[in-house]
C-alpha cells in the first residue's frame, strides 16, 4: 500500500516555494522568500489537538515575511485531505480561528484535495443564525485537475511537477503494478531529462518511491531500468548502495 503522507510531508518541507507556486501562485507572488520560512507543526498540533475530525493526509503550519515592505509576518496553514469529509470547511474554519486566536497574526488556510471525487471541492464554511453569520472561504486545489495538465507538469521545472504527477499515477495504477512501473521508470527518467542538482534528484526519487510502491519482482525490474538510464545520461544517483540505503 502506497504511503502518501510521508512524501506529503516531505515533499513540502523540502520545497515550500515550488508546492506554493505551482498549486497556489497568488500566495506565493506575497512572500519575501530572502528573508526565509519556519514551520510550526509542532505548536499546530498542540492548539488543534483535540478537532482531529476525519482522515487527511498532512498539516503543514508555516510562518513566512511578506515583499511589500511591512516589517510583517503571516502563517499559512496547509490542509491536505486524503478523503471526502462533510465537515472539511467547518475544520479549515475552526483551525483559523485557533491560529489567528493564539498568534494574532494574519492566517492564510490552503487545501489540497487529493480524493478520487472529482466532484467534491469544499471552499467556504458557513454558519448562521438569529441574523448573527459566519462565511469562511479558502483557497482550495484539486489534484485531479491536474490530469488534464498533464503537459503542463511534463514541460515544467517546477520540483513539485513531480511529486503531482506521482501521486496521480499511483492512484492511477493502484490495481495496475505493471502499469505503474512503466510509468515509475517514466518519471525517473524525467529527473534525469530535467538537469535539477543530484540532492534533488535523490530526493524526488525517494518521494517517488513513497508513491508508487512496487512489488518485489517488479522492484527487481526497476533497478535493471534505473541501472540503463544511469549509465546512458551518466549520472549513478539511485542505484547500488545509494538505493538500498534509501530502501532502509
Known amino acids: 500500500m502506497a504511503d502518501f503522507d510521508s512524501p506529503w510531508t516531505e ?15 497568488e500566495v506565493h507572488a506575497v512572500v519575501d522568500w ?5 514551520y510550526l507543526d509542532k505548536e499546530l498540533q498542540q492548539i488543534v489537538r483535540d478537532s482531529e475530525l476525519g482522515r487527511r493526509y498532512v498539516d503543514k ?5 511578506l515583499n511589500n515592505g511591512d516589517e510583517k509576518w503571516i502563517l499559512i496553514h496547509v490542509e491536505v485531505q486524503g478523503d471526502e469529509e462533510a465537515e472539511f470547511g467547518e475544520r479549515m474554519f475552526v483551525y483559523y480561528v485557533r491560529l489567528f486566536d493564539n498568534y494574532n497574526r494574519p492566517v492564510v488556510s490552503l487545501a489540497v484535495l487529493a480524493d478520487e471525487n472529482p466532484n467534491w471541492r469544499p471552499s467556504t464554511y458557513q454558519s448562521e443564525m438569529c441574523g ?20 503542463e507538469l511534463e514541460q515544467s521545472q ?4 513531480v511529486v503531482i504527477m506521482a501521486h496521480l ?25 530535467r538537469g535539477w542538482t543530484r540532492q534533488d534528484i535523490l530526493e524526488l526519487f525517494r518521494l517517488i518511491d513513497w508513491l508508487m510502491v512496487l512489488p518485489e519482482e517488479l522492484e527487481r525490474k526497476l533497478e535493471a531500468n534505473l541501472a540503463a538510464i544511469e549509465q546512458e545520461k551518466q549520472m549513478p544517483y539511485v542505484t547500488g548502495f545509494e538505493r538500498r540505503a534509501i530502501e532502509r
Open 34 to 38: 530572502r528573508r526565509g520560512y519556519e
Open 132 to 151: 448573527c453569520e459566519v462565511r469562511f472561504k479558502f483557497p482550495s486545489v484539486k489534484l485531479l485537475d491536474f490530469t488534464k495538465r498533464w503537459s
Open 61 to 65: 503550519l508555516i510562518k513566512v515575511w
Open 169 to 193: 499515477k499511483a492512484k492511477e495504477t493502484t490495481r495496475d503494478p505493471n502499469s505503474r512501473l512503466q510509468w515509475k521508470i517514466q518519471l525517473v527518467r524525467f529527473l534525469f531529462e
Open 11 to 25: 515533499a513540502i518541507e523540502f520545497y515550500p516555494e515550488d508546492f506554493l507556486q505551482l498549486l497556489f501562485p
Open 158 to 161: 517546477n520540483r513539485f511537477a
